[in-house]
Structure formats: C-alpha cells, structure tokens
C-alpha cells in the first residue's frame, strides 16, 4: 500500500498540470477538510470509526454561447481523496465532463435548464476501489429577486469498480436554496434523496447481517487487526445540509453540516460529515 503514495503524487501532479496548460477558460481549485462520523457506515456502536478526510480538486474548462438562449460547456477535472487515518481509502480520479444549458429569454430572473454527463476514472490505492464511473443529470435553476437562488435535479450515477463489492449504482433527486445576505455572505440549505447500492462494514461474525446482505469480501482497510466483512445493500438515503459562505473576492470560505439516514432492509446507519472548504478561480 505504501508504494502507492509517489504514484498518487506523480499521477496528480502529471493531471494539475496538464488540466492547467490545457484551459482555455477559467480555472477552479477546491480544497477543504471534512470530519466524518462514521466511516465504516456502521449501526453498531463497536463498529462505528470516525476520520478525517483532505480533498483537493481543480477543473478548467471552456463554454460558448449559442443563438436563443443556449449554451455548452466542457472541462476536464483532476479530484484527490485522502485520508491520514484510512490511507486504504486515498484515491486520485481525472474526469471529463459535458454540459448543456438553455435559458428561455433575457434577464437574471429566467430559469435555466441544464442536462450534463461526467465520466471520470478512479486510481485507488487499494485496486478493488479504482475503476470507471459516469453521470448523467437534469437540473433547473431559478432566481427569486437579487437575495434568492433555487435549483432542483435529478442525476443517475454508476461506478463500476475493479472490486466488485465497491461497484454503485443510484439515482438521486436534490433541492438547495441559497440566500445572499449581502455581496459576501451567503446561507444555503440542501435536501437529497437516494436510491442505490450502499456498502456497511463489520467486523466478524454477524449472523444478522449475513440473513439480510450479501458479504461480499474481507478488507483490511480499516487496520483493526481483524479483517472486517463487506456487505452490500439496495437502500435508500435520506441527507440534508446547511451551509455558510463568505467570498473573498474570487475566492470564497465555506462551512457546511450534513446528517444522512440510510435504510435497508436491516437497521441502517447514521452519517454526520463536517466540512471546511476553500475555493478560488483564476
């Protein structure tokens, strides 16, 4: 596993800097850290292990404007996932992606309808994780006013992973309102709903879940001294979050909490995930 951080890095710098001397248009860079409560999507008490996680992301991209309203958009994206804890779980995933968006008439106050599709491919440090995944997604957003903004969708989103215990596949619906207190401040809440394909971890034996899911392997990842069993779910998940912005000129600070309620036909599980965030563009 060691092996595979100089691999992480070479890979991340190689795609930085090819996104960065490929763009013809603006650049974005995020990175923040998020506390996570329960990593192991665990209902047990003694299963429960909580984790930091760092993120790094950086899209550059182009858009042309076209008669009557229409507009396209293309970017390539490089997303960095660790985690000093967990290392298992660090991957590095360039993606593409390609979006449509029309607006019926002139003025900040009309909708804006959007289709997108992402492809992107994953390099985990634990193979079983990597693989290939795509999206596709609808949204409509709408301004109330200059304070008011809302935006609903809905998207669909399979992984195919090299393991297949790791594959997912959902669709999701969301809701976000954004209010502007003024130029800089900005408060947000969100609701999602999801149906698909969950995994919960454990440790051996469990009797009860083995009569519900399917335990697909054994993993490591989590260096318990045990291997710890994973079990794979249709479910659905319930999740909301507030969030607080302060821009910074073109760059901008954002605090954000999400709660996710996960039923299967088991007990389910409990997520709270805390995240720091800053954003720039140039």
């Known amino acids: 596993m060691r092996c595979f951080t100089p691999v992480l890095l070479t890979v991340a710098t190689l795609g930085l800097t090819a996104v960065t001397v490929a763009a013809a248009g603006p650049v974005r860079v995020e990175t923040g850290l998020s506390w996570h409560d329960n990593v192991t999507n665990a209902e047990r008490p003694e299963d429960l292990l ?21 507009r396209i958009r293309g970017a390539a994206g490089l997303r960095i996932e660790t985690w000093p804890r967990f290392e298992g779980l660090d991957f590095v995933s360039p993606a593409l992606s390609a979006a449509w968006e029309f607006k019926p008439g002139l003025g900040p106050n009309r909708p804006v309808v959007a289709a997108e599709v992402e492809g992107e491919w994953r390099v985990a440090r634990e193979h079983d994780r990597g693989g290939l995944g795509g999206a596709v997604g609808l949204s409509v957003r709408q301004r109330l006013g200059t304070a008011w903004l809302l935006s609903v969708g809905h998207e669909w989103r399979r992984f195919s992973a090299s393991g297949h215990a790791f594959d997912r596949t959902g669709r999701e619906w969301s809701a976000r309102a954004e209010w502007a207190l003024n130029d800089r401040w900005m408060l947000a809440a969100e609701v999602h709903g999801r149906f698909g394909d969950v995994v919960s971890y454990s440790r051996p034996p469990r009797a009860d879940l083995e009569a519900i899911g399917k335990p697909i392997t054994l993993v490591d990842t989590f260096e318990q001294g045990v291997p710890w069993i994973v079990y794979y779910f249709g479910a659905r998940t319930r999740r909301g979050a507030v969030e607080v912005q302060r821009t910074l000129g073109r760059s901008g600070v954002a605090l954000r909490h999400e709660l996710r309620y996960t039923l299967h036909v088991g007990p389910g599980y409990r997520n709270q995930l805390t995240m720091l965030r800053f954003v720039t563009s140039f």
Request: hydrophobic content about 45%.
């Open 50 to 70: 909580p984790a930091l996680q760092w993120h790094a992301r950086l899209d550059a991209g182009i858009a042309r404007n076209l008669p009557d309203g229409h």
